[in-house]
Each structure stands twice: as structure tokens, then as C-alpha cells.
């Protein structure tokens, strides 16, 4: 391709993102982003520290102390935190649990989307969140936003928790999953939604492969 476009996709917990961005990047020998794990890491950091999540200057001061890096490792995306691989355990519940205060700290946001900034600049990126094609990169060649309906990406977590020897029942992931939306669309700061212009994806009905196809050939259309 003649083109290094920067990719962005959003959309709430369980529309796919994750999945989608990274065989998207995968099939265009792009680079993958995944910047909940980087709120994510921060969010780990706190619990580590002791410190309240909920408590905005200390957790504010704390992030003036971190760094977040991501290196590609084969074809796996590791986080590391103060030089510490931390991936595997950035999807425990207690950090899914203080992730959603330590995202709204002004200076956690501010620090981490200039590092995103940073990483995308050259294009060849897919990036995916919340915010990115609101607040990261609006300019970005092509913004995705991915959704889906609550029950199915209720039963999408459950079945990927399931494989890892989670069981939570749908029911109890359904009420988590629809308290989150809430959290992340009627936030202050960088709040959930589609950016204008971005292209919106039900994923509902549709299989992976075809969610990541529809993209690959958006990002083909516009590349030549
Ligand atoms: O996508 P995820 O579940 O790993 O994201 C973890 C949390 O981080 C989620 O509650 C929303 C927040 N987040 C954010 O505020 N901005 C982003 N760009 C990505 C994630």
C-alpha cells in the first residue's frame, strides 16, 4: 500500500474492538494500540501503591511518576509499567474496577493521549479506545466507531472470561457492561461517543472476519 493511514476504533466494552483492531492491523502490517490497556496499567499501578483510585491528586501525582511502554513481542502486544511486563494482569476485575475513576484524572488523560499522539504520528496505526477518533486523532484517514447490542456483548465477555476459567453469569456481566456505558458516555472528560464522520459498525450480526473485512477494504479504498 502506498499509504500509511492512521485507523482509529471506539466503541463500548464488548463491541469487539480489541479483536477487530488487531487482525485489522495485522492484515495491513499495521501497528496495534490498545490504549485501555494503557489506562489500564495505571490503574494497576494505583491498586499496587495502595492508593485510592477515587482519590484524583493523589492518583494525578502518581501518573507524573509512571511509564507506560508498549512493545510488540512476536506478534503479541506486552505492556510494561516501570519497566515490568504487566499484561497479563490488566484484566483482573479489582482493575476493571479502579480503571473507570483512574480514566477521568485529567493528568492520567492528558499524559497518555500525548503518548498516543506521539505513537500514531506516522501513520501505519490502528488505535483503538474511547476517545481516539474524538479526541486522539479526529484527523485520523479513517474512524471507526463499533457497536453492538448489550446482550450480545454480554455473551461475548462471558465466553471470553469462560476460556480464560472465569464464570460470572450473563446476567451479572449484562448489569457490569451497561454500568460502565453509562460511566464512559456520561463522563466529563473525553466522554463515549461516535466522532462525526467516523463510520458506525453494528458488529451484532456480523462474524470477525467480517467486521475486519469491511475495514481492511475501507482502508485499501483509501490508500491506493
Ligand atoms: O477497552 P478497555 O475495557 O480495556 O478500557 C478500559 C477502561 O479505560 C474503560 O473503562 C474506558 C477507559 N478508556 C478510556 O477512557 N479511553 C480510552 N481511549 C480507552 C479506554
Redesign the pocket.
Known sequence: MSKNLIITI?GP?GSG??TTAKLVAQKLGYLYI???????AMALKTLQRGIDPQDKNAVAELANRTKIELKRQDSTLRIYLDGTDVTAK?RLPEV?KA??PV?QVNRV?QMLVEQQRRIGLNGGVVM?????GTV?FPQAGLNIFLDASLKERARRRHSELKAQGVEIPPEQLKKEIAQ?DR??TNRDK?PLRKAEGAILIDTTGLAIEQQVDKIVSLAKSLSV
Do not use: F, N, P
Open positions: 471506539d466494552a474492538k480489541s490498545d490504549t485501555g490497556a494503557m489506562y489500564r490488566l476493571t480503571v473507570t480514566c488523560r483503538e479506545g474511547r476517545d481516539i486522539v460502565r460511566e464512559d473525553a
